[in-house]
């Protein structure tokens, strides 16, 4: 080996480094591509999947859409019709898309070190490579879902992730590309011919709203954006603008975040199927929140200082508007689900009797790792200290989640409140009860 | 998401040995060296725990290989099916569990029971694997 002249010359020449780039990979009607998985009767029919409460369509399959199906289409207005049109609708089986969508980013990290988990069902990867590399490694994602879970997905790749999103829309949209698209990979023609179609709305980061103030200074298009003065627009509207005209350049702004694994707040939060109208109603609600709140707490070893409560009236009920919140400074960092419960009480004085609560919540915030501040001796708590928690946990773990709860949430007969599920398929994945049966016969 | 847990085979740590055992006449056990954590029943029977999905088993076409009504199998989405792998198959719709033969007439779904007809499916192609079977779990207990 022949010895490096100077300390400056260790790294023999090469071809410069191939360039980092991001991917955005998301799964195709998500809600309804992991009904499918285990249910194959499904595929090539119209599948809607309903929110909470059965309430409207929140997935729908290209059948569905092709059949005119909007999204947030109600189900009360929809089912008359639904088995003339041979549409199925399944209610939300949340425990499903959990375990499917946590595999997919676990098997996507796989091709990636780098992998921010944007929502439930889409990532951006940070990846790099030559184009035909690219190319080769966004067929190598794609096929590895839908071998593993079944789950079709389509793959964007550019230098960044306002591009990638666009580079994923048009996989998406174009079947000649197979579900993927590397941007830079796209002929100059064809980039700018897609960008001079699609209206600015259509960008990550902008909303009807802001593609509506666009227009009024004549940016109708993404191209119009991308061409437009930087600068002015960051006047006229904000940095975060100016950083999308730059992504839209190629310029990356907005970098990969790395993954917590629980922010600094954690929210519980429903509709009702029935509306709550009293404080006692409010009172099992809240608990049941509190105690979700504390079992997760647990679960990531994290403990809150702050809790907030509120409630509200339905967006349509404009006759008694009412919207409680209160915020509650806990003794000391907790996870204790009897002073969480205790805390979320402290809404009940303002709930008024007769008001029609449509949807309530708890939030807690400044969360931090169990043991990251020490407690002064006052405020240790004594339940804590005789770890009511986890114990709860724990009975809960062995005998489902009804089976015991503090004060009014242990009580055994379901509250009114209760999710409709009519339709929900079974949960396959993190149920032994509710196992996909396959026939010997 | 409130509701994500992920597969778990219920309870998998076995106890192999118990560390710190009581000892007579002071001595350590000599065991406790040699303590190096418990069985973990997951890892021995899942190869991959993203695409490994576990089903149960309905009705008796498959005894000859040792898969009774009621039985747990553990299946593979990934894994590529080969002649005499016993697959997870979409038929009509309908998932079946049979022994796939690769065969001169066509791809054959074969029952392991004299009682249940094979089928004859044709084309590798128009049959879809849902996945294949690793493992069957049998209790023994009544």
């Not at chain 1, 009024?216 to 904000?238: C, E, H, Q, Y």
């Not at chain 2, 792998?85 to 029952?111: C, F, H, N, Y």
């Amino acid at each position: 080996m022949s010895a490096p002249a100077s300390g400056l010359n260790l790294c023999p020449p090469r071809e410069p480094s191939p360039e980092e780039y991001i991917a955005h990979v998301d799964v195709n009607s998500f809600y309804v591509s992991c009904e499918r998985a285990f249910d194959p009767r499904l595929i090539g029919r119209p599948v809607i999947v309903l929110s909470n409460n059965d309430g409207c369509a929140v997935a729908r399959s290209d059948e569905a859409k092709a059949l005119g199906i909007d999204m947030g289409a109600p189900w009360f207005k929809l089912a008359p019709t639904a088995e003339r049109m041979g549409l199925v609708a399944k209610s939300s089986n949340y425990e499903l898309y959990g375990d499917l969508s946590a595999r997919t980013m676990q098997l996507l990290g796989r091709h990636s070190a780098w992998v921010e988990v944007y929502s439930i069902d889409e990532a951006f990867l940070g990846v790099r490579g030559t184009l035909p590399e690219l190319q080769a490694l966004a067929r190598r994602m794609k096929q590895d879902v839908m071998d593993h879970l079944g789950l079709p997905v389509c793959v964007g790749i550019a230098k960044t992730k306002t591009l990638a999103k666009l580079a994923n829309k048009a996989a998406k949209k174009n079947p000649h590309l197979g579900g993927v698209c590397v941007w830079e990979a796209v002929t100059e023609e064809d980039r700018e011919q897609l960008l001079g179609r699609l209206p600015t709305v259509e960008i990550w980061g902008i909303g009807p709203r802001l593609a509506k103030r666009l227009m009024g200074l004549g940016i109708r298009t993404m191209k119009d954006l991308r061409d437009a003065d930087a600068v002015m627009l960051r006047n006229r509207f904000s940095i975060v603008m100016m950083r999308t005209v730059l992504e839209l350049r190629g310029t990356p702004c907005i970098p990969l975040e790395e993954e917590y694994e629980i922010k600094d707040q954690l929210i519980f939060s429903r509709s009702f199927s029935t509306p709550i109208t009293d404080a006692h109603g409010m009172e099992q609600v809240l608990g049941i929140y509190a105690q979700q709140a504390s079992a997760r707490l647990h679960k990531h070893q994290r403990q809150a200082k702050v809790l907030s409560a509120w409630a509200m009236t339905s967006y349509y009920n404009t006759q008694d508007n009412h919207q409680p919140a209160v915020t509650v400074a806990l003794p000391g960092p907790t996870a204790d689900p009897l002073l969480l419960t205790r805390a979320a009480k402290a809404l009940l004085p303002k709930i008024l009797d007769g008001v029609k609560y449509a949807r309530a919540g708890i939030v807690v915030t400044d969360v931090r790792p169990t043991g990251a501040q020490e407690t002064f001796e006052p405020f240790v708590n004594r339940h804590e200290a005789r770890d009511i928690g986890p114990l709860i946990q724990k009975i809960k773990q062995h005998h489902g989640v009804n089976a015991v709860g503090l004060g009014l949430a242990g009580m055994k007969t379901g509250p009114e409140w209760t999710m409709r599920r009519e339709m929900m398929s079974p949960r396959y994945t993190t149920h032994w009860d509710e196992l996909l049966t396959v026939y010997a016969s | 998401m409130q509701y994500i847990r992920s597969l778990e085979v219920g309870g998998t740590s076995v106890p192999l040995l118990v560390a710190q055992t009581a000892v007579a006449a002071g001595y350590p056990s000599p065991a406790q060296d040699y303590f190096d954590g418990t069985i973990n029943l997951s890892e021995h029977l899942i190869h991959d725990t993203t695409s490994t999905f576990i089903v149960r088993v309905s009705g008796c076409s498959m005894e000859g290989a040792g898969i009774s009504d009621g039985d747990e199998l553990i299946v593979n989405r990934a894994r590529k099916p080969v002649d005499g792998s016993i697959v997870v198959a979409v038929l009509d719709g309908e998932m079946t569990v049979k022994r796939l033969r690769l065969t001169p007439r066509g791809v054959v779904l074969q029952a392991e029971n004299p009682q249940y007809p094979d089928l004859v499916v044709g084309e590798l192609a128009s049959l879809t694997v849902w996945g294949v079977a690793e493992t069957c779990l049998h209790q023994l207990l009544a």
